[in-house]
């Protein structure tokens, strides 16, 4: 009907029949089978103003299990790494959230939507510090990780470049060493999907090197990462 509202409007008066056999003609099903974007389409289209966050697990030298919580912007692929504990229970994931609300709160564009899948560890008061600061809560589907897929790539990234390589010693130990690899993440390390560009853009470039310019390097977590920068 809505096709014949608008062809009446251009002066064209179509039946209803002649209207759906050129768009069975054509392969355009019915309305209600094309009612919005796929997912990729939705998220690329409102990446500046979604947020991502998840959960992944390091082990100490004596076997004991540190949880530890993250977000991650989707459009600049910046991480915030919220805590690290071995006892994520509700009250802090609660004390979690509302710290991540106030640092969130720093970036330019408004935040509208929060993805995040449907572990247990997710309660509803973790969602409500969200939804009283009007962000949308979308949950993944059950055992869909692509429909998470910049936050579980994160999660693969961080464990090969840095956790696997080291031994940590407790909660202290692995969140220091995860404070030094998302500075790094973010401000040093090139991203494919960013055009080869680091997340956060450091308030001062380096300056463009010429043949005769002096590299230095700076190595982070005891040289496990190498950072490049022209000698000023």
Not at 19 to 32: H, M
Not at 193 to 200: N, T
Request: hydrophobic content about 40%; some cysteine; proline content about 6%.
């Amino acid at each position: 009907m809505r096709i014949r509202g608008e062809l009446l409007k251009l002066g064209r008066d179509l039946p209803i029949t002649t209207i759906r056999d050129i768009l069975r003609r054509a392969g355009i099903g019915p309305s209600p089978r094309r009612d919005g974007p796929s997912w990729t389409e939705f998220l690329r289209a409102q990446a500046t103003t979604i947020v991502a966050c998840d959960f992944f697990t390091a082990y100490t030298l004596w076997g004991r299990v540190v949880y530890v919580l993250f977000f991650i912007e989707l459009s600049t692929r910046r991480v915030h790494v919220a805590g690290c504990t071995a006892n994520p229970d509700s009250a802090w994931i609660v004390q979690q959230a509302r710290n991540s609300c106030l640092s969130l709160d720093q970036r330019t564009e408004p935040l509208r939507f929060l993805i995040h899948d449907r572990d247990s560890k997710f309660s509803g008061a973790f969602d409500e510090v969200f939804s009283t600061e009007g962000i949308e809560i979308i949950k993944t589907p059950i055992r869909s990780p692509r429909a998470n897929a910049i936050a579980e790539r994160w999660i693969r990234t961080v464990r090969a470049e840095c956790l696997d390589w080291l031994l940590i010693a407790g909660d202290r130990h692995l969140h220091r060493a995860l404070r030094t690899y998302v500075n790094h993440y973010n401000q040093q390390r090139p991203h494919r999907g960013l055009d080869l560009k680091a997340p956060q853009i450091a308030p001062t470039p380096s300056r463009e090197a010429s043949p005769c310019s002096t590299i230095r390097r700076r190595d982070r977590l005891g040289g496990l990462i190498h950072e490049y920068q022209v000698a000023a």
